[in-house]
């Protein structure tokens, strides 16, 4: 009652302007207590229709063209508080907080909103009765809700209205509501009814200079709760707390002057950063992520990816399909695929394909290269282009925030350890982030790799690779200075904005990002140039049985129709007869298992003993027959005979 506010059962009495609902009339008053003509209907129920679906449906109304005041509770002497600067104000956002900390013992000026103390639509600088207010030397605190400072609009009027009110001779400090204990939202009538004190928020606030200073740092920096380090929004650069303080913002300082209850004016050098740190309203994760398309924090994480660097637009794209025509030819299934494999993860940011591509060809500028940072400056900050030394690295700074890297010419002397480890890269789901000096971290792995290489043996395959689509450039000679000068003039010049929208809009219905790469002619010839002497026998022996058995079973003395099953050291004596070539049984064994060759179980025989045969034909017969069937075979073909010994020398 003494806030004269007055229960509506239907808001649409007082005016036809306003909702047919529940509500409550909120009168106003001025400095002399008086009430005004202006007043706020606050909604208590949301409306019917489509209005009442919205995310946030209305809740406040006032009558039309009527002119915004700032509220004054009437449960203090406003007008001999607004002549006696002495006298602390707080300042809030809506009419039942500013009347909750008036009641409790300090003035306190309610908004309708946190920018409803001036009319730029009228230019009215400060909204009745603000302006018979005597600001000068007054110490004025900001306390808007708990979201304050993860808000920056909020934020962003919290700093203007403290502005203002320095203008006006006003010393103004904002304070920051903390959240409740669950966690929720809460504005100073929640706080104070939650038995919170106003002595409370007016010891933790700060002056105008350094909260402008805070919230920069806010607006820049995240502190990463599962590192204890600070992380740099716009890049995701991370930064020790030590270097935060002393070394990138050690000159971060601001001068403060306070009051001591005598009257007495210190003077205090205030550091920023650690402010910062210890400011409660900091903005904080729980850990960092890169997911490529989702927001910069959610569920308290940081994701650190920066977006795309380019906007699509629709336009000429005629140069890119030159350059593809040079480097595929008439290879279309090859061409095809490629520009699929590229669009997919544009079309689904973030998507790891688990296949990687290979353009190699021994002819110099031919376009490789140029592919690659095509493709790489629609990507932006999230492209990179690697070499050797990132590869053999312990530190992977490299892969941080990354979505497409072009590998130059990645070979090295321990061929198949190397090509594990780029089959692990291509393959990951979670990429251990590992920076000098700084804790390593994990992240979801969204890198799709694609490489170039002059030589024909630069990755080593096997028979069974499901990851490479390998392609060799089909043009023989580079194109002319002319044919890239106006290249790259298209592609600066709006012609990678065209390419990321033709890549947006491909159609990928008949694209499986799972399904392995495809065998091109080109894969084949590189699986052949990255054979060993010994793996080109075994794959030449798999490939050719019908050549190469009846010699075995001469040798052996056994009929060729029943050498169905073989040891690896039969193996050896076709391919080094007079055993000069230094290779092992065993290395023979290996070679037959990468070829794909079946073995069975360890079997003991009669004849060898206890031994594991490898099955050259019948697969299904022989990987589903039993011990005793395999045994009666072995001992029946190779009976104890002159095959026996030849073979007892290996």
């Given at each position: 009652e003494a806030l004269g506010m007055k229960f509506l059962d239907d808001c649409s009495k007082i005016d036809p302007q306003f909702l047919k609902v529940r509500g409550i009339l909120i009168p106003y008053f001025g400095i002399d207590g008086k009430q005004t003509d202006f007043y706020r209907i606050r909604y208590l129920d949301k409306p019917s229709g489509f209005a009442g679906q919205v995310a946030k449906p209305q809740r406040y109304a006032q009558a039309a063209g009527t002119l915004n005041e700032a509220y004054l509770a009437p449960l203090a002497p406003w007008e001999s508080i607004a002549l006696r600067p002495d006298i602390d104000i707080l300042i809030t956002e809506g009419e039942l907080k500013g009347a909750k900390g008036?009641?409790?013992?300090?003035?306190?000026?309610?908004?309708?909103?946190?920018?409803?103390w001036s009319s730029s639509k009228r230019n009215i600088d400060l909204l009745e009765p603000l302006p018979q207010i005597n600001w000068k030397g007054r110490t004025v605190t900001i306390v808007f809700d708990s979201d304050a400072a993860s808000n920056p609009n909020v934020a962003l009027a919290q700093v203007s209205l403290a502005k203002k009110l320095l203008a006006l001779g006003a010393l103004p400090r904002i304070a920051s509501l903390p959240t409740t204990s669950s966690g929720e939202k809460q504005g100073l009538d929640d706080f104070l009814v939650a038995g919170g004190e106003i002595e409370e928020i007016l010891k933790d606030t700060r002056g105008?200079?350094?909260?402008?200073?805070?919230?920069?740092?806010?607006?820049?920096?995240?502190?990463?709760i599962d590192q204890d380090l600070i992380v740099e929004r716009v890049n995701g650069?991370?930064?020790?707390?030590?270097?935060?303080?002393?070394?990138?913002?050690?000159?971060?300082?601001?001068?403060?002057?306070?009051?001591?209850?005598?009257?007495?004016?210190?003077?205090?050098e205030v550091k920023v950063p650690m402010e910062w740190l210890r400011w409660t309203a900091r903005t904080d994760v729980k850990t960092m992520t890169f997911k490529p398309g989702k927001p910069s924090i959610e569920d308290g994480e940081y994701n650190t990816w920066a977006g795309w660097a380019v906007e699509p637009k629709k336009g000429n794209i005629k140069p890119w399909t030159e350059l593809l025509s040079h480097i595929f030819g008439d290879e279309i299934m090859a061409r095809d695929w490629f520009?699929?494999?590229?669009?997919?993860?544009?079309?689904?940011?973030?998507?790891?394909?688990?296949t990687s591509v290979v353009i190699w060809g021994p002819e110099q500028g031919t376009g490789k290269s140029l592919l690659g940072y095509t493709i790489g400056s629609i990507y932006g900050d999230n492209f990179t282009e690697i070499g050797n030394a990132e590869l053999h690295s312990t530190f992977n700074e490299w892969a941080i925030n990354r979505q497409f890297?072009?590998?130059?010419?990645?070979?090295?002397?321990?061929?198949?350890?190397?090509a594990d480890k780029i089959k692990a890269m291509i393959t990951q789901k979670l990429l251990r982030i590992n920076m000098k000096n700084l804790p390593?971290?994990?992240?979801?792995?969204?890198?799709?790799?694609?490489?170039?290489?002059?030589?024909?043996?630069?990755?080593?395959?096997?028979?069974?690779?499901?990851?490479?689509?390998?392609?060799?450039?089909?043009?023989?000679?580079?194109?002319?200075?002319?044919?890239?000068?106006?290249?790259?003039?298209w592609k600066d010049n709006g012609g990678t904005e065209a390419l990321f929208d033709s890549f947006l809009n491909l159609d990928l219905s008949s694209f499986n990002p799972t399904a392995r790469a495809p065998t091109t002619a080109s894969k084949l010839e590189l699986i052949d140039h990255g054979r060993s002497d010994l793996n080109q026998w075994v794959y030449f022996f798999m490939e050719n049985l019908d050549l190469e058995l009846p010699r075995l079973a001469e040798y052996l003395g056994v009929p060729e129709t029943d050498l169905d099953l073989v040891l690896?050291?039969?193996?050896?004596?076709?391919?080094?007869?007079?055993?000069?070539?230094?290779?092992?049984?065993?290395?023979?064994?290996?070679?037959?298992?990468?070829?794909?060759?079946?073995?069975?179980?360890?079997?003991?025989?009669?004849?060898f003993g206890k031994q594991r045969f490898y099955v050259l034909r019948n697969e299904e017969k022989w990987l589903n027959a039993k011990p005793d069937t395999v045994r009666e075979h072995v001992d029946k073909v190779f009976a104890v005979s002159e095959a026996m010994a030849k073979v007892s020398k290996f």
């Open positions: 008036t009641k409790c013992g300090v003035p306190c000026i309610a908004l309708g909103g946190v920018n409803t105008l200079a350094l909260g402008e200073r805070l919230s920069e740092l806010n607006s820049r920096f995240a502190y990463v650069r991370r930064i020790r707390r030590e270097s935060f303080c002393n070394g990138h913002f050690a000159n971060n300082n601001i001068t403060e002057y306070l009051t001591s209850g005598n009257g007495n004016v210190k003077k205090v520009e699929q494999w590229i669009a997919y993860p544009m079309q689904n940011p973030g998507a790891k394909m688990f890297v072009m590998g130059d010419e990645i070979t090295g002397s321990d061929r198949r350890t190397e390593t971290y994990t992240v979801p792995d969204c890198i799709n790799y694609y490489f170039t290489s002059n030589h024909p043996a630069a990755f080593f395959l096997d028979d069974q690779d499901r990851r490479f689509m390998i392609h060799r450039t089909a043009q023989k000679k580079a194109e002319s200075v002319e044919f890239y000068d106006n290249y790259i003039r690896n050291k039969h193996l050896k004596w076709l391919y080094d007869p007079n055993d000069n070539k230094r290779v092992t049984s065993n290395g023979i064994g290996r070679e037959m298992s990468r070829c794909g060759a079946k073995t069975l179980p360890q079997t003991r025989t009669d004849t």
